[in-house]
């Protein structure tokens, strides 16, 4: 229907000022919202005298498009001129009417300046940091009490079935991918340590850094992550699609501690299950090293483990073996109270899910750097 009086190209939807009449027409969709908004745009509406408006040929209309048919009446109207007749059918009319009924002038809200913006992101995220901080410690404290009483009064409070059913969710289901990421993490840490421990002449001392490299930091601090990933996206997904289906609801109703039943074996489960997970990404992280020793450099089976042997110390293993229990704890911890926030949409379930694994892993690797510097203070 293109012509020179402002009409559109394509058939789907257009519209046509033809002297005080503007005709419209075609399928006013979100999908031609777009060129629609580009095109009416170029409309001339100021000017004087009365103008009617035609839209009894418009097949279909959704709220976009009664939104783009009402921005151009009032933009007339705002114009100075007068609207003598607005035809619509009458299918319409309630749609029109809901999207009248808003208040204000339909313009595009004012784009804040770029750092007026960014500062008010900042704000507003330091401020949901803080509130999002206060709200788990005061989960914690709940989680705390609740556990007190569940192993006052194990028979009655503590779930063995459920623990025994997260130690083997958390833990048995998870040693295929942990010890393979381990074993590659050994071969990557042995190749480029030897990688650069050659130029010195001091390949045997590769073993040295894949010892102590492993057992303290990378093995705990790699499971925990890959668990926060698996494990505590789980949680939040489990309890939160609970949430949505309203079973929550019924186990409060029929007088369930929800904190006993859902959140405890979680918990004691993942505090049970990640130390025997890190003791085997330890092994597996040394194996792939060893390997990788063996083709690399050289280094046979019993050399590797003389001086694995001189470079490590029951203290070198115990520091990166006592961290996993903690980690443990704040990732089901998180895991579950973000569960909890769950809303009941399907898309509330993802977003917390997302937000779970990021809170956890933050968490976790702030409390290994922490963990560090008390052991490097403590001179362990």
Not at 162 to 171: D, K, N, R, S
Request: proline share 3%.
């Amino acid at each position: 229907m293109a012509s020179l009086d402002n009409a559109s190209a394509k058939p789907n939807a257009w519209f046509k000022l033809d002297g005080d009449v503007l005709h419209l027409g075609g399928r006013w969709t979100i999908q031609e919202s777009p060129r629609l908004d580009t095109e009416l745009r170029t409309l001339k509406t100021e000017g004087s005298g009365a103008i009617t408006i035609d839209a009894s040929k418009i097949e279909r209309l959704d709220s976009a498009g009664a939104w783009l048919l009402l921005r151009t009446r009032r933009g007339f109207e705002t114009g100075g001129r007068k609207i003598t007749n607005f035809t619509l059918p009458d299918l319409y009319l309630p749609l029109m009417e809901n999207i009248e009924q808003g208040k204000g002038p339909l313009a595009e809200p004012p784009r804040q300046g770029g750092v007026r913006k960014r500062l008010e992101r900042i704000g507003r995220a330091t401020v949901h940091a803080g509130q999002q901080g206060y709200r788990i410690l005061g989960y914690l404290g709940r989680v705390t009490v609740e556990t007190i009483e569940a192993f006052a009064s194990p028979r009655n409070n503590l779930r063995v079935a459920a623990l025994i059913h997260q130690v083997e969710e958390t833990g048995i289901n998870a040693l295929p991918i942990v010890g393979l990421l381990a074993f590659l993490i050994g071969v990557v840490l042995a190749y480029q340590g030897a990688d650069q421990l050659k130029r010195f002449g001091a390949e045997i001392f590769t073993i040295n850094l894949l010892g102590v490299g492993i057992l303290r930091e990378i093995g705990g601090l790699i499971t925990a992550i890959i668990v926060a990933g698996r494990s505590g996206s789980a949680f939040t997904a489990q309890i939160g699609t609970m949430r949505v289906n309203e079973e929550i609801d019924a186990m409060q109703t029929i007088g369930l501690n929800t904190v006993d039943v859902l959140v405890l074996p979680r918990i004691i489960g993942l505090v049970i299950a990640l130390p025997l997970l890190t003791f085997y990404s330890d092994i597996m992280g040394l194996i792939g090293g060893a390997v990788m020793c063996y083709f690399q450099l050289g280094i046979t089976i019993p050399v590797f483990m003389r001086q694995l042997n001189d470079a490590i110390s029951v203290n070198t293993f115990m520091v990166g073996l006592i961290k996993a229990p903690v980690f443990a704890f704040v990732i089901s911890l998180v895991g579950c109270y973000e569960g909890f926030q769950v809303e009941r949409n399907a898309a509330s379930v993802g977003l917390l899910t997302t937000r779970a694994v990021v809170e956890s892993v933050f968490l976790v690797i702030v409390l290994d750097a922490a963990f560090s510097v008390m052991f490097s203070v403590l001179g362990i």
